[in-house]
């Protein structure tokens, strides 16, 4: 089974960057992959998707901070985040969307106020 594998996460500032990366040991050209993320004491979120031909949504509390990308030659998922605010802290999965994997270990966020 495909294995995903994410990084890219820290410690950052409140308005800081960070640039997380999620590479599967398979391809994942065809599938519609999101980046997924759970907060202590919270429910697993959606925060962006992107399909095979790099249509994105983004959930409202990221849009226009986040961006989501692919590179399919590299079976990997990018998100862009930038203007980080403290209530982004959280540990961030990627997984495909209407067929999940198995769930990679994520990578934490961590924003300071």
């Known amino acids: 089974q495909v294995q995903l594998v994410e990084s890219g996460g820290g410690l950052v500032q409140a308005g800081g960057s960070l640039r997380l990366s999620c590479t599967a040991s398979?391809?994942?050209?065809?599938?519609?992959m999101g980046w997924y993320r759970q907060a202590p004491g919270k429910q697993r979120e959606l925060v962006a998707t992107?399909?095979?031909?790099?249509?994105?949504t983004y959930t409202g509390s990221v849009k226009g901070r986040f961006t989501i990308s692919r590179d399919n030659a590299k079976n990997t998922v990018y998100l862009e985040m930038n203007s980080l605010k403290p209530e982004d802290t959280a540990v961030y999965y990627c997984?495909?969307?209407?067929?999940?994997?198995?769930w990679g270990q994520g990578t934490q966020v961590t924003v300071s106020s």
């Open positions: 997984n495909n969307v209407w067929s999940p994997l198995m």
């Open positions: 398979g391809s994942i050209s065809i599938n519609a």
């Open positions: 992107i399909t095979r031909i790099g249509t994105t």
